[in-house]
């Protein structure tokens, strides 16, 4: 008989340690990707929307720590959510294959805008920083 092999896990990263964190996406395999990338780094909970009829926003501040915003969700921006969250002060970045980085510049100075493709650790640094922990990307 031969004895089980069970592999050491791998540690949690802490840079999301505890937070509840908000990803608008509405590509299912992303949103599967980031959702498990958040939890690897420790985020608490990790809810997807694919669509904003899915969020109430006025609850937003309440439920979550942080946001990881798509610009466009099934062809709709998200622009006027984003500064809702601003207004709220949820931090979040903004991940996106549309972009036009000097509208984002302009219009939230500040936020981080991760291009996609991105790599899972630029998008997490860049969600540790909007909350204050971690390194400025």
Do not use: N, W
Request: net charge negative; charged share 20%; aromatic share 6%.
């Amino acid at each position: 008989m031969t004895p089980l092999c069970f592999e050491e896990p791998l540690p949690v990263s802490p840079l999301l340690d505890g937070l509840r964190i908000l990803v608008l996406e509405d590509e299912f395999l992303i949103a599967m990707d980031v959702e498990q990338l958040c939890r690897d780094h420790g985020a608490g909970e990790v809810v997807i929307a694919r669509d904003l009829a899915e969020i109430d926003d006025r609850q937003v501040a309440t439920h979550f720590d942080a946001a990881i915003v798509d610009l466009m969700l099934g062809g709709a921006s998200t622009l006027d959510f984003a500064s809702g969250l601003r207004a709220a002060g949820v931090p979040f970045v903004f991940a996106s294959g549309y972009s036009d980085p000097d509208q984002i510049k302009a219009s939230f100075p500040g936020v981080r805008l991760v291009g996609k493709p991105y790599s899972g650790e630029d998008l997490m640094q860049a969600v540790a920083a909007a909350c204050g922990r971690g390194s400025p990307g």
